[in-house]
Every structure is written in structure tokens, then in C-alpha cells.
């Protein structure tokens, strides 16, 4: 995922700190412990929800345009470049099971109305414009799905939100930030994406 543009990239704007946010999740994390069942459902849902979006997005998708492909070509193998796939729509929307996890207490669910872009595989979904950054920050999440597999990348983000309780901690967030940062302070410069995507 990435976050809105004028919000540093991938992180929701929520409107309140990430101690408040970290504060109110492990709050709620005393209340309401998931059990290992529960927790592997989640993954399961999330796995479900991924796949799902990836096929309902694909057919209104294009491919990178050349000055993309340019832009991004020194970060990027030809496999990947080639096999993404670019959706926009208007308002990104929150996954279903969002509604009970709100009721069983979670509060600091990201909610996809803040998000600039999500990427369910290989094809990326964005309500903000396509810039180089934002490309950038996604692609190292298709990567990412290309490494581990989709279900193991939903295990892995789920696990990793319920254990830092923020997700912007979330280790495959974490990579994809620091790699878009490097990428902003010198695009010119090749990043090896495919050795830094899933090292954590
Ligand atoms: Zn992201």
C-alpha cells in the first residue's frame, strides 16, 4: 500500500500520532488477544480479499507506459516491468472483514480511503495519480508477492501488524518505504530491488 501523497507514501493519514495509534491497538490487544485460530482465519480473509481485488481490477487495467518503463527500468527486471498491470479508481475501498475486527475493538485498522495505491499481486490499484515514486513504492510490493507467494505475503502483513501494532512497522511496509526514500533521493541511482524486497 502506499499512503496519500501528502502524507509520507503508504501511511494512512489517521489524524492523530502513531503513539495514540500504537496506544489505542495494544489497548485493544489486552482486551481482545486473538487466538491462533482467529489469526490464521484473518490471513486466510486477507489471502481471499487479495485475490479477489486482484481479478475484479484487472480487466480495466493498462500496462506501464514507456516513459514509466524509462523511469523505472534500472530498478527492475523486464519480467516484472512487463507483467504489472495499472488500475485507477475513484475511492479505494475497505475490505469486508474490516467490519467485524472493528468490532471485536480494533481501531487502528488503515483505512483505504487514505491510501494513494494498493497493490493485490500484480496489479496495482490507485485513487492518486501514477508518479515515479508511487510506482516506485508499489512495485517493490509486486516483487515482494513474486518472492514469497500470496499467501505467505498476507501471513506476513497480517503477523506483522498484529505484532508491532502500526503499520508503518509492518516489515514489508518497512522495505518498501526505505526503498521508495532511496529512490527519491536519486532516482538515477539502480536499487536492487529484487535482492532488498523481502530482507527483513
Ligand atoms: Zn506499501
Same mark, same amino acid.
Request: net charge negative; hydrophobic share 35%.
Given at each position: 500500500m502506499t499512503r496519500h501523497t501528502s502524507a509520507p507514501v503508504c501511511l494512512p493519514n489517521m489524524g492523530y500520532?502513531? &503513539?495514540v495509534f500504537r496506544r489505542r491497538y495494544i489497548q485493544s490487544m489486552k482486551r481482545l488477544p486473538l487466538? *491462533?485460530? &482467529?489469526?490464521?482465519?484473518?490471513?486466510?480473509?486477507v489471502a481471499l480479499f487479495i485475490e479477489e481485488q486482484r481479478q475484479?481490477?484487472? *480487466?480495466g487495467s493498462r500496462a506501464l507506459s514507456d516513459a514509466e518503463r524509462k523511469q523505472l527500468a534500472v530498478h527492475f527486471s523486464v519480467d516484472v516491468l512487463d507483467g504489472v498491470c495499472l488500475a485507477r479508481v475513484k475511492h479505494l475501498q475497505? *475490505? *469486508?472483514?474490516?467490519?467485524?475486527?472493528?468490532?471485536m475493538g480494533f481501531q487502528n485498522l488503515p483505512p483505504f480511503r487514505r491510501m494513494a495505491a494498493v497493490t493485490f499481486v500484480d496489479v496495482i490499484v490507485a485513487q492518486d495519480e501514477f508518479t515515479?515514486?508511487?510506482?516506485?513504492h508499489e512495485l517493490v510490493h509486486v516483487v515482494q508477492y513474486r518472492e514469497l507467494g500470496l499467501q505467505r505475503f498476507a501471513e506476513l502483513y497480517v503477523r506483522g501488524f498484529l505484532e508491532t501494532g502500526e503499520y508503518l512497522s509492518i516489515p514489508l511496509e518497512r522495505v518498501a518505504y526505505h526503498l521508495e526514500g532511496l529512490f527519491r533521493l536519486r532516482p538515477d541511482l539502480a536499487i536492487e530491488v529484487e535482492k532488498q524486497a523481502t530482507s527483513f
Open positions: 500520532s502513531t &503513539q487466538t *491462533p485460530g &482467529q489469526i490464521a482465519e484473518l490471513i486466510s480473509n475484479a481490477h484487472a *480487466p475497505n *475490505p *469486508p472483514f474490516y467490519t467485524e475486527l472493528e468490532s515515479s515514486s508511487l510506482l516506485l
